[in-house]
Each structure stands twice: as structure tokens, then as C-alpha cells.
């Protein structure tokens, strides 16, 4: 993963989509401090409802577009989890995520797991591993019961 610059958050995200040839917009900027604000791994949908209460006229194309440019710049990841929509994470540091059966909510596990460990693991038939994902899932504490 690229390196980002240094400065405030709003520089950093400037430089960031000018080095992946993205402009950098008003409402580039909302979206961005909205889903760095969050850990909640919004979608899309969810970031539009959201970012409209700020900025009325955003369409949620606009939203779509903003969202791949961030993770084309590298200032945010688009998640590998199994579910519904897409979801999007404002920190690109590795971390694991855990999601809910139920009502499909996803947070960030606290600790690391062995990576050298799943490396070390090899298929039956010959495979060429070149990466994995790794999804925990089970209940939040809300449907716990
Ligand atoms: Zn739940
Ligand atoms: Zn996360």
C-alpha cells in the first residue's frame, strides 16, 4: 500500500486522488471525512443517506464515483466480505473484520491473527495461493438474544 503524505486529513486526501489522477471535490471531501468519522463500514446506500443531510444535491452516482476513486487512491478499502452491498472501510491498515448474521452489521476485530500460519496452508490439488480473506462471523450483541 501506498504511503500517504503527510498534512491534514483534507490535504491528504487531495494529494492523494491528484497522484491517481482523481479530482479532488467538495463533496469528495464529505464523503471522505464522513466514512473516516464512522467504523461502521458503511455502503454506498448508507453513505449517501448520510452524506445528504450535509449536502442535499449529492446523487448517490456521485457517491459510487467518490468511493472508487478513494480506493483507487488508496485512502480507503473496498471490503471482501461475504453479504449483501459492498462496504467500505475508511482505514486502510490490515485488520480483520467480524460480521453478523443477522442483521449483517461489521466492526473490526481487536488483535491480529497468524498470518504466517494461513500462508503456510497448501491445497489438494496443486493451487497457486497468492492471497487470502479472512471473515469472522457469528452474533452482535444485539442479536444476541
Ligand atoms: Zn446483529
Ligand atoms: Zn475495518
Known amino acids: 500500500m501506498r504511503a500517504l503524505p503527510e498534512g491534514t486529513t483534507e490535504e491528504r486526501l487531495r494529494s492523494a486522488l491528484e497522484a491517481s489522477g482523481h479530482r479532488h471535490t467538495a463533496q469528495r471531501a464529505a464523503i471522505y471525512h464522513y466514512l473516516k468519522g464512522v467504523t ?7 453513505i449517501f443517506t448520510q452524506v445528504r443531510e450535509v449536502l442535499p444535491d449529492i446523487s448517490l452516482a456521485t457517491v ?12 480507503a478499502r473496498k471490503l471482501p466480505l461475504g453479504g449483501g452491498s459492498a ?5 486502510t491498515d490490515d485488520h480483520d473484520h ?10 473490526d476485530v481487536v488483535g491480529a491473527h497468524d498470518s504466517d500460519l494461513i500462508r503456510g496452508l497448501d491445497s489438494e490439488e496443486g493451487f497457486e495461493i497468492l492471497d ?9 450483541p444485539d442479536c444476541q438474544n
Do not use: N
Not at 40 to 46: C, K, Q, R, S, Y
Not at 87 to 91: L, N, V
Open 64 to 75: 459510487y464515483k467518490a468511493l472508487e476513486a478513494f480506493v483507487e487512491s488508496g485512502v
Open 98 to 107: 467480524v460480521r453478523c448474521l443477522r442483521c449483517g452489521k461489521v466492526r
Open 40 to 46: 461502521t463500514h458503511p455502503t454506498a446506500d448508507e
Open 132 to 140: 487470502y480473506r479472512l471473515e469472522l462471523i457469528g452474533y452482535c
Open 87 to 91: 462496504r467500505y472501510d475508511g482505514r
